[in-house]
């Protein structure tokens, strides 16, 4: 999954250093790392993993009614993380995700973006037991189609 697919660190991070809302989702997972940068006397910034939306649309009426006290978002940046959660650490991204929230907010607002890199991991997790498995997946091969593909005829056997 990781080695397919080419993202632009730098645009990424720029994303996450310019936006008020930046949105990181994950396709795989249907789930994406929300984080709002707005804040206000009462409210803080906010990192939250969320369902994936269907559509800005659909993502704009979600913010409006996770924080109603803040003015309807200008705009969002809109990320696709293709790539396996463990990237965003390797790749650096977490680390400027989580130094762009502690110049924004109190120290406890780097536990809540711990919890969503480990809600996220756990997630990650949950999806790749589900696809080894076959829980909620379908195969393109039966059983009994695997299984002839594996019987090599005596004849057939010369040819390889």
């Not at 969002?76 to 959660?85: A, C, E, R, T």
């Not at 076959?134 to 056997?157: C, F, H, I, N, P």
Request: aromatic letters at 6%; a negative charge; glycine letters at 4%.
């Amino acid at each position: 999954m990781d080695s397919d697919f080419r993202i632009d660190i730098s645009e990424v991070q720029r994303a996450i250093d310019v936006g008020e809302i930046t949105a990181l989702y994950f396709p795989l997972l249907r789930k994406t790392l929300l984080m709002d940068t707005r804040t206000t006397a009462v409210d803080g910034p906010m990192i939250k993993v969320v369902p994936m939306a269907s559509s800005p649309e659909e993502r704009f009426r979600d913010l409006v009614r996770m924080r109603p006290r803040l003015p309807k978002p200008e705009s969002i940046n809109i990320v696709p993380w293709p790539k396996y959660v463990e990237s965003l650490v390797s790749l650096e991204v977490w680390d400027h995700i989580v130094r762009r929230y502690l110049e924004l907010g109190p120290p406890e607002v780097v536990k809540r973006c711990e919890d969503c890199l480990e809600e996220l991991r756990k997630l990650e997790r949950e999806e790749l037991r589900r696809a080894i498995t076959g829980d909620k997946y379908e195969t393109l091969w039966d059983v009994r189609g695997t299984q002839e593909s594996a019987e090599v005829d005596d004849d057939e056997e010369d040819l390889f």
